[in-house]
């Protein structure tokens, strides 16, 4: 069996630190980029409520404008 000294230790020690440290870079990368993706879907998402509100008053306006028309009868709901 080898011996097992202090300094073989310490060296070991070391390197699970390194990739430790370098773990901890790469997850708070990871974080930003999660960040980013999700102030992203949020900006998606308001435009996508906003596409929904203007269409839902051009629908409105249309069913006025076919009731005074009167080319529709009941709505078709």
Known sequence: MAD??????????KGIQDRLSKIE?????IREELIGVRLHMHAMQGE????????SAIESRLTKIERR??????PAE
């Open 48 to 55: 996508i409520n906003s596409i929904f509100s203007r269409t």
């Open 25 to 29: 870079d790469s997850q708070r990368d």
């Open 69 to 74: 028309l009167d080319i529709i009868g009941e």
């Open 4 to 13: 097992v000294t202090n300094e073989l230790i310490y060296e070991v020690l």
